[in-house]
């Protein structure tokens, strides 16, 4: 593991287990107060699936108001615009990401977990090019009005914990309705008995899911 930057963003980057030329990449965004080491552990058990794969775990932008030492995509209080706000240097790094590793979009995974979740759906769905695939645990869409009737969005993964009481469990299924409604192809997950976390079964779940749709 090094650490790298892609646009204004930096964090820990895992090159593919097997060497060489990544076949993809998968980025993973982060938890409210957390950074990108928290995630980058899930790289490993990922990459046995997809060896030729590159993670870039990018840090928040801003220091978490209630941790200094953690780092938040958006003020936790302001889930209206501050997923707008926090959307563009999302993308100019995904899209330096991809461009530096000489990669297009269809070769992309997005995921993250809890505000991570959030953003991975809120950027992954308005990409101008759509990623391969978007995961979101224990995430929520929180910004639907914008998003057209039609096809052209990426499919997306729902994986939730029944007993959250961070991000309560109902939100899965009101993110999935929405989804739905404008006719984007997305599957759910429930964690029996998990709080807010990601557990094995929902990791498996997940590389299963981005098997269909991303490069080994």
């Not at 790094?93 to 991809?98: H, K, N």
């Not at 269809?106 to 505000?115: E, I, R």
């Amino acid at each position: 593991m090094e650490m790298r930057s892609f646009g204004d963003l930096s964090g820990p980057f895992i090159p593919p287990a097997r060497g060489g030329q990544p076949s993809s990449l998968i980025v993973l965004l982060h938890g409210w107060g957390a950074d990108g080491n928290d995630l980058a552990d899930l790289a490993y058990p990922i990459s046995v699936r997809f060896p030729g794969a590159a993670f870039f775990v990018p840090n928040g932008p801003s220091p978490c108001k209630m941790n200094p030492a953690g780092r938040e995509w958006f003020d936790i209080d302001d889930r209206v615009n501050g997923p707008v706000a926090a959307a563009p240097v999302i993308d100019a790094a995904i899209t330096a990401a991809l461009d530096g590793l000489n990669l297009s979009a269809s070769a992309l995974a997005l995921a993250g977990f809890s505000q991570g979740g959030m953003m991975s759906l809120h950027c992954g769905l308005r990409h101008a090019a759509p990623p391969a695939a978007i995961v979101s645990f224990s995430g929520a869409l929180l910004r639907h009005d914008d998003l057209a009737d039609g096809a052209g969005y990426p499919p997306v993964l729902l994986v939730h914990g029944t007993d959250d009481q961070i991000v309560p469990f109902a939100l899965q299924s009101a993110s999935y309705d929405v989804l739905q409604s404008r006719s984007i192809m997305v599957e759910t997950v429930t964690c029996d008995g998990l709080g807010h976390g990601i557990d094995p079964d929902g990791l498996s779940a997940a590389i299963a899911f981005l098997a269909k749709y991303l490069p080994a």
